[in-house]
């Protein structure tokens, strides 16, 4: 069934009671005069108390630091939980296969999907990469499709024929959509004493096999992100956030976020979206049945079609025989696996900082803050209070994102709505752990498309409401700009 038949009231509908009054810090950072302002504060904090050391409070992992570092549960989790959370990372792993096949419990891969297992996408946990030249077919970059017309309503409408997602692999006997080839145009931009190669992606659909996509195909290439913190985030008050937006820019210092606005069908509400890279939906669990949907081609609570991705009109996919059982709800991914998959995500807990050289991280910091970077990248949070899951509410968290959309400039553009989200906003990413992504990942990549290959080139890609804290970091001395990256090395 494709994603648009659901049933998604209105915007106009639904607003939720705000819990908790906004904090005081973060108005803070939105103030006009903020790098003085900052300044001042960063410097009368002692650096501990800025939580780099313990940027997910007492959920932080402090033990396992190399390539393992995004793996470990929050360290407050109980004994009982922490063996569910293994469970969950079992299903998380699991390599689902073909149906039919004589293990029911595991079987109902596609027809159509992107790879055969969550952590083929999300290696430890980690970020994915994007594909260095053409020939090279990418797992972990998946291109979502759509066409245009759904603008502003919670949910995309999928292109007609090829569905929300393009699905580069398909079981035995049934051809696979097609793959995205990418080619990339060297950039060249000099900076205040270096200059600096950037690399501007075209993605491109090829081997179609379902025929020509929609004339007016949007197409937006994302690369799985860093799985840390997120239940963390999820924790974040609906009110704080909605207190931290400023959508007309009230206080004219050129930077104007606001939560996306996207139907959520766990709290069968509109709520602000929080995770993908515009923030498209607002719950883990939302998010990663649509992960299942669309990934892999499972059936879950949320999408109970067998089939998956395939649209009316991929008639042979539909024939093909699916895994949905009987004696599991008649799903393939049945409301226990989801729930423990929901847990592991939620629990997967950010790394501590690195703490070496205080002086240089905190010259790096004041860089940071002076340079305007924390107008988006909100340093602290204070999580709700949890009835479900008590070791995650009221911890005070460092993970360095507003949670809000804003427009990147043209450079970063998908022009590709999502909901709220138009073709330049994009979700400010969260930095925590940020600087132990290439021990865990193998590789540098960032950004939604993983385009760029450092944190300085993430940086120079800024544009649009960022465009002014991009223009300092040029203008840096070179020195000072190594001081910056160092800072994000040390999250
Ligand atoms: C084919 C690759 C692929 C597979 C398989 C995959 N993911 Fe992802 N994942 C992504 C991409 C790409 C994004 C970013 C999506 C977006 O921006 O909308 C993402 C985003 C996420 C996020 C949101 C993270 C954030 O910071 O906002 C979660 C949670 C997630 N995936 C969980 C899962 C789970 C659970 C599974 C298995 C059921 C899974 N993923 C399978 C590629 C994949
Ligand atoms: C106007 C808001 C805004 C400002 C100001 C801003 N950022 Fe960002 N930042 C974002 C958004 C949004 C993204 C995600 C963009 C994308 O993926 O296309 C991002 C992404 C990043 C990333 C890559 C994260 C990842 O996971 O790939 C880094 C690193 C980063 N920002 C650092 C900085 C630094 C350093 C500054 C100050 C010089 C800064 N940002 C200023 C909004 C902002």
Redesign the pocket.
């Known amino acids: 069934m494709p994603i648009a038949a659901e049933a998604a009231p209105t915007l106009s509908g639904e607003r939720a009671p705000g819990p908790l009054p906004p904090l005081p810090m973060n108005r803070f950072f939105s103030l006009p005069m903020r790098p003085t302002l900052l300044t001042l504060l960063v410097l009368a904090i002692p650096t501990g108390v800025l939580g780099a050391d313990l940027p997910g409070g007492a959920t932080t992992n402090t033990t396992k630091l190399g390539p393992h570092a995004y793996s470990e549960p929050a360290a407050n989790l109980s004994l009982a939980d922490t063996l569910d959370f293994k469970v969950g990372r079992g299903f998380f792993e699991r390599i689902w296969v073909t149906a039919p096949s004589s293990t029911e419990a595991a079987d109902g891969l596609g027809p159509l999907y992107n790879a055969r297992a969550c952590n083929q996408c999300h290696p430890r946990n980690g970020?994915g990469h994007a594909p260095s030249d053409p020939s090279e077919n990418p797992v972990s970059l998946v291109a979502h499709l759509s066409i245009p017309g759904g603008d502003r309503s919670p949910r995309p409408i999928p292109e007609p024929v090829y569905g929300a997602q393009l699905q580069t692999f398909a079981v035995p006997g049934l051809a696979a959509e097609g793959r995205l080839a990418v080619r990339y145009e060297p950039i060249e931009l000099a900076l205040n004493g270096e200059t600096v190669e950037l690399r501007r992606p075209d993605y491109r659909i090829v081997d179609t096999a379902y025929g020509a996509p929609h004339a007016d195909l949007r197409l937006s290439p994302r690369v799985s992100?860093?799985l840390i913190g997120l239940g963390l985030l999820e924790l974040i008050p609906e009110a704080a956030l909605r207190a931290q937006a400023d959508p007309d820019d009230t206080d004219a210092d050129g930077?104007s976020?606001r939560p996306n606005e996207v139907w959520s069908t766990s709290l069968g509400r509109i709520a602000p979206g929080r995770f993908g890279?515009k923030a498209g939906h607002a719950t883990i669990d939302d998010q990663n049945q649509a992960a299942f949907r669309n990934d892999i081609g499972l059936s879950t609570p949320q999408h109970p079609a067998g089939s998956g991705d395939c649209t009316a009109s991929q008639t042979a996919c539909l024939e093909l025989p699916d895994g949905n059982s009987p004696q599991y709800e008649s799903l393939e991914v049945h409301t226990v696996i989801t729930n423990l998959v929901r847990d592991y995500v939620h629990n997967l807990a950010p790394p501590a900082g690195q703490t070496h050289d205080p002086e240089a991280i905190g010259h790096g910091k004041t860089l940071?803050h002076d340079?305007?970077?924390a107008?988006?990248?909100t340093p602290h949070w204070r999580t709700a209070p949890s009835a479900d899951r008590p070791h995650l509410g009221g911890q005070d968290i460092w993970p360095y994102t507003d949670m809000l959309?804003?427009?990147?400039g043209e450079g970063?553009a998908d022009h590709r709505p999502e909901a709220l989200a138009d073709g330049r906003?994009?979700?400010?990413?969260?930095?925590w752990g940020?600087g132990r992504?290439a021990t865990v990942s193998g590789h540098s990549g960032?950004?939604?498309?993983g385009r760029?290959r450092s944190?300085l080139e993430?940086?120079l890609?800024?544009g649009?409401?960022?465009g002014?804290?991009?223009d300092?970091?040029i203008a840096m001395p070179p020195q000072q700009r190594q001081r910056?990256i160092g800072f994000?090395e040390s999250l």
């Open positions: 970020r992100p860093p930077i976020g890279w940071f340079a305007g970077c107008a988006c990248h959309l804003h427009d990147m970063l906003e994009w979700r400010t990413a969260p930095l940020i992504s960032f950004l939604h498309d760029a944190l993430a940086v890609w800024h649009g409401e960022a002014t804290a991009r300092r970091v910056l994000l």
